[in-house]
């Protein structure tokens, strides 16, 4: 049974941090690039950050890009997003995701409000 459960989000002020964290099983981790995608309210799913197979080749949506930074352990099966220098726009519900976007695996979310 294929699951990603994330983790790690909440609310943290402006100019705080945060790491999420996805937990992977029941396929092979190792084989899939991955990603971050965020939701807020009344908009549409956007992609925030990719990494590949290898953790060799990293892509941002321009608005974190510097800030946001999304790595790997594929012996913990486990892709992290390090989240710094929050804004009140990066509040959203995040979520991970193995292959594409259409015919990938998908997690539930976490949410990360950003506020003072």
């Known amino acids: 049974q294929v699951q990603l459960v994330e983790s790690g989000g909440g609310l943290v002020q402006p100019g705080g941090s945060l790491r999420l964290s996805c937990a992977a099983s029941?396929?092979?981790?190792?084989?899939?690039?991955l990603s971050w995608y965020r939701q807020a309210p009344g908009k549409e799913r956007e992609l925030v950050a990719f990494i590949s197979i290898f953790g060799s080749s990293t892509n941002y949506l321009a608005s974190v890009k510097g800030r946001f930074t999304i790595s790997r352990d594929n012996a913990k099966n486990t892709v992290y997003l390090q989240m710094n220098s929050l804004k009140p726009e990066d509040t959203a519900v995040y979520y991970c995701n193995a292959g594409t976007y259409d015919k990938g695996f998908w997690g539930k979310g976490t949410l990360v409000t950003v506020s003072s």
């Open positions: 029941g396929f092979t981790f190792s084989s899939y690039g």
